[in-house]
């Protein structure tokens, strides 16, 4: 089709200003949040922004009948360039579809377009004493069909899992098209191949999410936040370690290393104990201020057996959101410390987690780099930060040793490469290797059943 | 690479991409695409700097398609600045269009002289007595007047370089103040600017000299030499003051940061930075001076916070304090988020600015106040508008009325 009718075409479909196609906003929708270089730009050759399911559905099936590669857009908050359009065509930005369509307060479940922001559809149920437990750190502005895309993992992952524990059923629409709805309200449901779950995590190859269901939990009533000291991440570790073996479960467990400590304290003026290399930021919920209470001395009681220098517990809400708004701002305060970062996000079971931290040290030794670590130490998910200059071709070189060997570190102790960033296009190297060849086979024989000509997302995962 | 685009890109170069700055930006909150975000912005500078994008409209549309509120840099993590990037980039543009627009060139010269700035203000009196002029400034003024006049306020913080030094000055009733009033003041609420002559007035002796325009306009529009010659004539004008107030937010913030624009300047830095550190603003000064409401009002007030007051001075416990002594007060959602005026961004975007102002003008009314202070001309003359969109239901005034 040439392309002037093709624009008519999509200009009719979504509306006039909701076709991009100037410089500067193909520009613009060139990037995401991953440590891929902005220049050369991969830009879209247009950017489109439905609003309805139905719009959707017929710009797929003009793109595939032209053979236009798209490209599924949330919030571009993704850290694996999972938003990028490789090969150009369109950026299929969902961020206007807003709504949240039902909340079911009696079957605890709430409907949702996929371009509603994860905190507001938190806060939304919130208001009505449900709870959506998934909070990735970027919450504030992730989308949510980008966090069942990426199948997003937050804080709150050690005690209440991740993104896909709560999607129920997800309507999407296909390469060419067509629209399908999968799962639903029925608790138990086994009628066929599980393909909410296949979408999940789908990365955006698959199909389009334009709705998605999700499953609530009461909101817990009380909720207490602690931020502990330890001198070195061992002892850290071995103090969540030893609550969960003790059935303390937090309801998340932050841990970050004395390089990210500093990073985040120079923003927002914390004053750290002489002798800190390490913090943990520990989330408790439960029914009364009595439950708060009785944990946070079980959890002392084991951290000043695992050598806490520091044991304080916020006293009200605003100190609750300060601990809390350190975590969240860790990741980039860290990046900034640096003229690049490749950020990794590995998951290893969760005993590992210690020995994962050594080998990641003496990796960073090896190679002569600063590779600061935090993550969810609760459920074994690290972010450790390559910190560099790519501009020195000496340094990058070493840089790219140190990611490799990271990755070998983590499946070295049974991890994986991922642990909610995605595949994207920073870690499809590293696919065969942690797959093995049958596992990349399947998934590219899922891949050509349902998008035959390869349009959707094209260059993500293989 | 040209300098200014390189410090452009060295302000820009902690940006993670994250996102934060998507939910703060009041521009994208009424145009959601890439480009109007912080984050989009950040991208042009680095883009340019790398070379992955040419200068041209678009670009241009862009990188002023900003308020420069600083809204972003204040949530950003990394406290990126993107405002500031944005006055680099602009003038990166400006420079390679050969200098500023004709508009700007006109409005440079317009505040540039005392003259037609004092004639702006007879003019606009004359008006007023004839009972042409409401308290609404761009009502019944002839249409090209106000064009030209109402730049006191431009740009953000960003144009101030950082939030100003709390100044040590030495307070106390024998001190000599001057008064400094700013363009805006002078040609758009010469009654706001007498009430605050009295209340300066009323705690000691004070001078109100005739002083230029602080230079902020010139300065955010690419006229950065005439930018310094106003500040010298205001340094040299202000020497024998001990104090000098200012009711202008913008003026303020411009004047706290003459300082660090003579930094390498050996003739002039210690005569710079003396003054800097004698600028207060008034209501900073009223609290740090005890002053007290003569009587408190049975009126409700709500405060808007201008961007040049809260980010660019860090001025925000003041002006409440000085509210909850005069009437009952009443905090607004989003207080501190730009009101859209921005100096000529109004002008230049007429439709997002009232937009943004739409949600300022809600937020107002949710809080069912009576007046709607702020402290700044700039400001005040959007919050006039939106008392007059409200059908009445609110006023909008200067603190130095109120109190
Ligand atoms: C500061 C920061 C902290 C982060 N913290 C976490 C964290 O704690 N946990 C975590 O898991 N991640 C985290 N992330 C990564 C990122 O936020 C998540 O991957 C998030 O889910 C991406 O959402 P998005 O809306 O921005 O999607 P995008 O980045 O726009 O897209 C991500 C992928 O999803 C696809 N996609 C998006 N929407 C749809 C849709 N409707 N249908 C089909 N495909 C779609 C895209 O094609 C792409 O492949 C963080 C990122 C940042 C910047
Ligand atoms: S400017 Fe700051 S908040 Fe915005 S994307 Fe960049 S790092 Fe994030
Ligand atoms: S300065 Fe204000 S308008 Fe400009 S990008 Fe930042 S938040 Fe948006």
Redesign the interface.
Known sequence: MPVTTLLDELRLIVGQDHVLDGEVDRFGYSYDSSFLPLVPARKPDLVVRPRTVQEVSRVMALAHAAGIPVTPRGAASGRTGGSVPLEGGISLALDRMTDILEVDEANMMVTVEPGVRTMDLHDACAARGLFYPPDPASWKFSTIGGNVAENAGGMRAVKYGVTRDYVMGLQVVLADGAILETGGKAIKNVTGYDLTSLFTGSEGTLGVITKVLLRLIPLPKQRGVLRLMFADMEDGCATVHRMLKEDIVPSAAEIMDDVSLEAVARHRKMTLPAGAGCCVIIEVDGEDAASLDGQYERIRHVAAACGCLEFKVAKDKAESDELWAVRRGLSSAVASLAPNRLGEDISVPRDAFPEVVRRIGAIAKKFDLLIPVFGHAGDGNLHPSVLCDMADAGQAERVHHAVDAIFEAALAVGGTLTGEHGIGITKRPYLAQALGETGVRTLKAIKAGLDPKGILNPGKIW | MNDLLKEAKDLV??C?????C??VCPLFKVR????SSAR?KN??A??LA?????P?A??R??VEFCLLCRACADS????VATDEAMIRVRQVLTDRAGGPTAKYRLVGAVLRSRALVGLGALSLGALRRLGLLRFLPSALVPKEFPRKAFLAAFAGPAALGGEAPVSPAQLGTHARVAYFQGCGMKLMFPDAAEATLKLLGGLGEVTSPDNPCCGLPHLAHGMGATFLDLAKENIALFEDADLVVTDCASCGGALKHLASHFREDPLWRDRAAAFSAKVLDLTEYLVRMGYQSPERRDRTYTFHDPCHLVRGQGIRRQPRQLLEAAGTFVDMRESDACCGGAGTFHMDHPEAAAQVLARKTSNIEATGADVVVTACPGCLIQLTRAAEASGGRFKAMHISQVI
């Open positions: 170069a902690g993670d991409r994250c996102g934060t998507l939910t959601d695409v890439e480009r989009g991208a042009i680095r883009g790398e070379g992955g994008l040419e041209g678009g670009v549309g862009a950003c993590p990394n406290k």
